[in-house]
């Protein structure tokens, strides 16, 4: 049961309609250095609540019968256990602690799933406004194709620049700004991450996924469902908690 003192919009998601467990890791390892603050990035607060806990509401409207899996840096995890606390916030996640990289991070969150039966949303935990729509479409294509990325166009011009110095003009129509969540049949994401070898080849899952040999599929993503990276990023979250409420 939800206690945290406003209104959540749950879409209830007959999760039987996938005939597959389904599982999100949300990955919350960030610190608050490009953010210019000592508070972790995902404790900091928008609107009512800590960004992370937006972000877990998300999916949990998505279905509450989603197995959600928080993946937080170790020593981060008392002072999650105090905003849980004192926001009254209580929707059920599993904790995993974090690795070195984000690639270890999803590979502890993987580590926590019994079995590889089932579909995986990885989703950055600070990334508070993505769609539900974009959820059951992820999960959705993914149970088809075996994955589902979520993606958008690019807005602006682009220029490429080489090792000496030179830049060159590159269409943008053939380039697309990689967001979450990234969604995988669960065998397949967990075949992929303990066959790479170098963790520091890779940003994201799509490149672990791809690396290993599968095809990757794109869905729309949405401008909306921005990274929370730097101090101007707040300006835009506040405005879209607004433009929600």
């Not at 928008?46 to 998300?58: D, S």
């Not at 380039?175 to 969540?181: H, I, Y």
């Not at 101090?231 to 835009?236: G, S, T, V």
Request: charge should be neutral.
């Amino acid at each position: 049961m939800i206690s945290c003192g406003f209104f959540v919009h749950i879409l209830y998601v007959n999760l039987n309609f996938f005939n597959l467990s389904l599982y999100a890791i949300i990955v919350a390892g960030g610190s608050g250095s490009r953010m210019q603050t000592s508070i972790p990035k995902q404790f900091i607060k928008i609107g009512q609540l800590p960004v992370l806990m937006h972000t877990i509401l998300r999916f949990y409207s998505f279905s509450p019968e989603l197995i959600i899996i928080l993946v937080l840096p170790e020593q981060e995890m008392p002072a999650w256990k105090n905003l849980c606390k004192e926001y009254n916030f209580n929707i059920p996640v599993q904790i995993v602690p974090g690795g070195v990289t984000r690639f270890h991070s999803v590979q502890n969150g993987l580590a926590a799933i019994p079995g590889d039966d089932g579909m995986v949303a990885v989703h950055d935990g600070v990334r508070p406004f993505v769609s539900l729509q974009t959820i059951r479409e992820s999960f959705e294509v993914a149970s088809d194709k075996g994955c589902a990325v979520a993606v958008v166009p690019l807005k602006d011009s682009i220029r490429a620049v080489n090792e000496a110095g030179n830049t060159f003009s590159v269409d943008r129509n053939t380039l697309r700004l990689v967001q979450t969540p990234q969604t995988f049949r669960l065998s397949l994401l967990k075949e992929s991450y303990a066959r790479a070898e170098n963790a520091s080849l890779f940003t994201d899952d799509a490149s672990v996924a791809e690396k290993a040999g599968y095809p990757i599929f794109l869905i729309p993503g949405s401008y909306q469902n921005i990274k929370i990276t730097t101090p101007e990023d707040l300006i835009w979250a506040e405005s879209l908690l607004s433009l929600k409420q």
